[in-house]
């Protein structure tokens, strides 16, 4: 089993930034991908980001790009979501997924930080 566990979340006003982290634990075996997801009240959880562990590839939700930054450190096993500019729409609960086989399925998933960006 892995856990995963994100912090970092918090009040912020819009244009302001903030950094989440999420930290896997329990590890055992390589795992093929990390990911950011986010669930606004009333909406359907979406992704936001996602990493490939080995190579470093980075993918990015339309909404987020050129504001939000993800990176990890392997040694650590510990993902980072760098959040600037941010908006009151970017306001949700942010889940931190773990990809084992690469298959685009999520097999793990943290408890969720909240992130509130006020107008």
């Known amino acids: 089993q892995v856990q995963l566990v994100e912090s970092g979340g918090g009040l912020v006003q819009a244009g302001g930034s903030l950094r989440l982290s999420c930290a896997a634990s329990?590890?055992?075996?390589?795992?093929?991908?990390m990911a950011w997801f986010r669930q606004a009240p009333g909406k359907e959880r979406e992704f936001v980001a996602s990493i490939n562990w080995s190579r470093g590839t980075t993918y990015y939700a339309d909404s987020v790009k050129g504001r939000f930054t993800i990176s990890r450190d392997s040694a650590k096993d510990t993902q980072y979501l760098q959040m600037n500019s941010l908006k009151p729409e970017d306001t949700a609960l942010y889940y931190c997924?773990?990809?084992?086989?690469?298959?685009?399925?999520?097999?793990?998933w943290g408890q969720g930080t909240q992130v509130t960006v006020s107008s």
């Open positions: 329990g590890r055992t075996f390589r795992w093929y991908t």
């Open positions: 997924a773990l990809d084992v086989y690469g298959s685009d399925k999520y097999d793990y």
